[in-house]
């Protein structure tokens, strides 16, 4: 009986090694990525960046839907080339960096779209402690090997949040009507990720 329930125990485990070896980790390259944001500003716009920022990719091939992202941005490392106003923006009037040091986004199911290579990843999103759960469209740019043998994969997205919708409410009005922002940020994310060995 001992015997047979370790060979019972074995036939379990290497029936379920597939199911890790099918997905594949891939962390992201700070260096060759980037978060942008864009939101409207009295009869323009206001560009910016956060150059701080970590995420991990788990992917599965054969199945993309059982694939999985996490990632994080730090506050603190608002950019719009402008010291002043990334202050403000570090401020309790926007980001309130000190009590709300991440902005955070954890997926719970990709769905493949009809588009090629394009999937609707729905997920947690939190920024300044509210948390929302969206669906944004991305794209996937494909599979790559580099000059030293490290496996990379690519993936770009693009949407549009309502600031508000998060607490970050400031604003102030015009004498002539209207607001000095907008609530809409549209965000641009480009990633460059590296198989983990």
């Known amino acids: 009986m001992k015997q047979f329930r370790s060979v019972f125990v074995s036939l379990v485990f290497l029936a379920t090694v597939p199911l890790f070896a099918a997905t594949e980790t891939y962390t992201v390259d700070k260096v060759h990525s980037s978060v942008e944001f864009k939101i409207h500003h009295l009869v323009g716009n206001v560009v910016g960046k956060f150059t701080d920022f970590a995420g991990v990719v788990n992917v599965d091939r054969a199945k993309p839907a059982a694939s999985s992202v996490e990632f994080t941005i730090q506050t603190a490392s608002i950019d719009t080339a402008t010291p002043d106003r990334d202050k403000d923006l570090r401020s309790s009037n926007f980001f ?53 043998g490290n496996e990379r994969a690519g993936f ?25 922002l907008g609530d809409d940020v549209k965000i641009s994310i480009d990633l460059e990720t590296i198989k983990k060995k």
């Open 156 to 180: 770009e997205l693009s949407t549009t949040i309502d600031r508000k919708d998060y607490g970050i409410v400031w604003n102030k009005a015009l004498d002539q009507g209207g607001f000095v």
């Open 96 to 148: 309130d960096v000190e009590k709300y040091p991440t902005i955070t986004f954890k997926s719970t199911k990709i769905t493949p779209t009809k588009a090629k290579n394009t999937y609707d990843v729905t997920g947690d999103l939190t920024i300044h402690g509210v948390t929302k759960r969206i669906t944004m469209p991305v794209a996937f740019l494909g599979f790559g090997k580099d000059p030293w």
